[in-house]
């Protein structure tokens, strides 16, 4: 059974940096792509940022530049650097992982930026 536990969330100020990890329970390779995606309150779930098999990247226009996306395969973990964080970053970020025509998500983890 697939599983993504995410972890890493929790309270900063703005500026501050904070590392999300996404761990699966079987090899991240097994899927085309795994992403983070966001849900600010009130507002619809949102993709953060995209890696796929082939390690390609992808970002959100709005965290360009201080989000960064990466894997480390051994560990069939996921993880999202986060630089530079703003108020408006604030909120539930959840990993996922996609193989057609499976989708899989994790249980979230909140993320606060105080001003």
């Known amino acids: 059974q697939v599983q993504l536990v995410e972890s890493g969330g929790g309270l900063v100020q703005a500026g501050g940096s904070l590392r999300l990890s996404c761990t699966t329970t079987?090899?991240?390779?097994?899927?085309?792509?795994m992403s983070w995606y966001r849900r600010a309150p009130g507002k619809q779930r949102d993709m953060v940022a995209v890696i796929t098999s082939g390690g390609g990247t992808n970002y959100a226009d709005s965290v360009k530049g201080r989000f960064t996306i990466s894997r480390d395969t051994a560990k069939n973990t996921v993880s999202l650097q986060m630089n530079s964080l703003e108020p408006e970053d604030t909120a539930v970020y959840y990993c996922?992982?996609?193989?057609?025509?499976?989708?899989?998500w994790g249980q979230g983890t909140q993320v606060t930026v105080s001003s």
């Open positions: 996922n992982a996609y193989n057609f025509p499976r989708n899989y």
């Open positions: 079987v090899s991240i390779l097994n899927f085309n792509v």
